[in-house]
């Protein structure tokens, strides 16, 4: 589960209704990118969002009840999780602790939390103050042992290029909330929409040792991070992770080749590892479409009369 919460103080401008419209169009465009990214996003915020003053007097329950916003808060009711208020999802502190968060001198919650979680902080564009990708904010912490004062950096989405610059993290967020070779396939479009997989390795995916899950899950993660950058035409991607052909031996032994997508025999034989090792994922370049293509996820295969410096 990815968590956005919810800064409060970006409903607190003195606009007017047209603008708080605009605002609301660009806050939802922010929760449809990031759940395309992830599907398991969930906005947290203090009050329902019903209840939230958008603008002096206008409440996100009158937008939604417009007729131009109808699909907006269909979005926002079916698809989005949401949740109220912020305690329901904050560990609770303890007894003897008081903490304070502000950003420009006043106080926030939906950042305060934003930086307790390790989350993202999303804001309505309502000032100059919330177009930033990152947002600093100052925080004490008193109990009866210590007193912190200090300045965090809290990961913030105001506008789809916010979101954009955060998409990796975002990304490698998801992914790390897969705990099964059949949850990393069923996720794959999302995960890793820059790969291509061949029928079989639905297969592989389903075999993989829970203990190989997390490398696996990395590797595929770099190649789509190269695949991204790449355009059709180019030689190579620049790689990410360590990628390297398979030997001469190996490939006339047909320990690479396997079935396309087209139901044809391929060679596969670039090829990054993970571990537990040996494991292997093996791919070929689709140079005219700029994929990178996955034909197989396991252990190196290996047969008899293959020498062991080829293996």
Not at 205 to 219: G, H, N, Y
Request: charged fraction near 25%.
């Amino acid at each position: 589960m990815l968590l956005l919460f919810f800064n409060e103080k970006s409903c607190t401008s003195q606009i007017t209704q047209d603008e708080a419209r605009r605002a609301m169009h660009d806050f939802i465009n922010v929760c449809r990118s990031t759940w395309k990214i992830y599907q398991g996003t969930t906005l947290v915020s203090e009050v329902r969002l019903d209840d939230v003053e958008i603008a002096p007097g206008y409440y996100l329950q009158q937008w939604r009840n417009e007729p131009r916003n109808r699909d907006a808060w269909q979005f926002m009711r079916r698809t989005l999780q949401r949740k109220a208020p912020l305690a329901g999802v904050l560990p609770k502190p303890p007894d003897d602790q008081d903490s304070e968060y502000r950003h420009d001198g006043t106080l926030v919650l939906g950042l305060a939390a934003a930086h307790l979680m390790n989350s993202p902080a999303v804001s309505l564009p309502t000032a100059t103050c919330w177009d930033a990708p990152w947002l600093k904010v100052a925080y004490e912490i008193l109990d009866e042992d210590d007193y912190l004062q200090d300045i965090a950096d809290v990961r913030h989405m105001a506008s789809d290029t916010h979101v954009t610059q955060h998409e990796e993290w975002i990304r490698d967020t998801a992914a790390s909330t897969v705990t099964t070779g059949a949850e990393l396939w069923a996720q794959r479009e999302t995960l890793f929409p820059h790969l291509q997989f061949v029928p079989g390795v639905e297969q592989h995916l389903r075999d993989l040792a829970v203990a190989s899950l997390p490398s696996v899950r990395q590797e595929l993660l770099r190649l789509n991070t190269a695949a991204e950058s790449w355009r059709p035409g180019e030689s190579e991607p620049s790689w990410v992770a360590k990628v390297v052909p398979e030997s001469e031996t190996r490939i006339r032994q047909g320990l690479c080749t396997f079935t396309d997508m087209d139901g044809s025999k391929q060679l596969f034989s670039l090829h990054c590892r993970f571990n537990p090792r040996p494991g292997r994922i093996h791919l070929r370049l689709i140079t005219d479409e700029g994929k990178i293509r996955i034909g197989y996820v396991g252990r190196k295969r290996l047969t008899d009369g293959v020498p062991r410096s080829a293996r």
